[in-house]
Every structure is written in structure tokens, then in C-alpha cells.
């Protein structure tokens, strides 16, 4: 009795397969997300002292670095999921992010504030940075180019 034994290739890094739809929901998503950070962001980097004010505001401990934190962390995001590069540690970082942010300025106050939900930006920019680390950014991106050229 004869046995044979394969071995799979893992040379080359495995990207999970998406149908064309999917591809261009993920680029919709992505570009929807990528350019409303960038108008939260792009203010706050032409004029910093806006997102360190809110910072100190809030009682924050070095409210300068967790301001430039959250100013870098919108534009370099919103840049990142634009392009679609690195986008499962972009949406991985923007979920850390966001619930940082929905931690300490809106928790406080409660999940619903006169029947409105407190901080649904920053749940909503969560929720799709939580669904961009589990998809990737789809075919439609500078990840789908870089993984076909290898």
C-alpha cells in the first residue's frame, strides 16, 4: 500500500476570492469611508489646536498626543482605505480608533442621549472598520494589485 503526501504552495500570500459585486461594494465602501474620514480629518490637520482642545475637554491624559493621534489616524486612514492598501490593518486600526473614541467622549453620557444614539459616527466608522479587517479591501485596490503581480 502506497501513500502520497502533498504539500501546498505558501510562497505566495492567499487573498480570499470575491466576486466582481462584492469588489465594487467593497470599493464603494471603502471610498465612502476613506473620503468621510478625510473631511473629519483634513480641518483638524489645518488646524490642530481643534482636535487637542476636544481632546483636553474631554479630561483626557496627554490630550496633545491622543489629538494628533486621532487628526493622523483620519487622514492617514482615510488615505489608506482610498487607495486600498493595507486595508485589513487600516480597518483594524480604524475600529481601535473609533471605539476609543466612542469610549471616551460618548460613553460617558450613555448609549442613547434624548432618544438619540450618542456617537453613531464614531459606532458607524467602527462597524466598517470591523468589516474591512475581515474582507480586505477586495480586488478593486492597490492590495488586489500588489497580492496578482506576486
Known amino acids: 500500500m502506497t501513500t502520497t503526501t502533498t504539500t501546498a504552495r505558501t510562497d505566495r500570500p492567499r487573498v480570499a476570492r ?11 465602501l471603502r471610498l465612502a469611508a ?3 474620514l478625510l473631511v473629519h480629518g483634513v480641518p483638524k ?3 490642530p489646536a ?3 482642545g476636544m481632546a483636553a475637554s474631554l479630561g483626557v491624559p496627554a490630550p496633545t498626543v491622543l489629538g494628533w493621534l486621532s487628526i493622523l489616524g483620519e487622514v492617514g486612514l ?3 482605505l482610498l487607495l486600498g492598501l493595507a486595508t485589513r490593518v487600516a480597518g483594524t ?3 481601535v480608533q473609533m471605539a476609543g473614541i466612542w469610549l471616551l467622549a460618548h460613553a460617558p453620557d ?3 442621549v434624548q432618544g438619540q444614539v450618542n456617537g453613531e459616527n464614531a459606532l458607524l466608522f467602527a462597524a466598517l472598520g470591523l468589516a474591512l479587517a475581515f474582507t ?3 480586488r478593486v485596490s492597490l492590495d488586489g494589485l500588489l497580492t496578482r503581480r506576486r
Open 93 to 95: 486600526l480604524l475600529l
Open 50 to 52: 481643534t482636535a487637542t
Open 110 to 112: 450613555g448609549f442613547l
Open 136 to 138: 480586505g479591501a477586495g
Open 18 to 28: 470575491t466576486s466582481p459585486a462584492a469588489s465594487v461594494g467593497l470599493l464603494l
Open 78 to 80: 482615510g488615505g489608506l
Open 34 to 36: 476613506g473620503a468621510l
Open 45 to 47: 490637520l489645518l488646524e
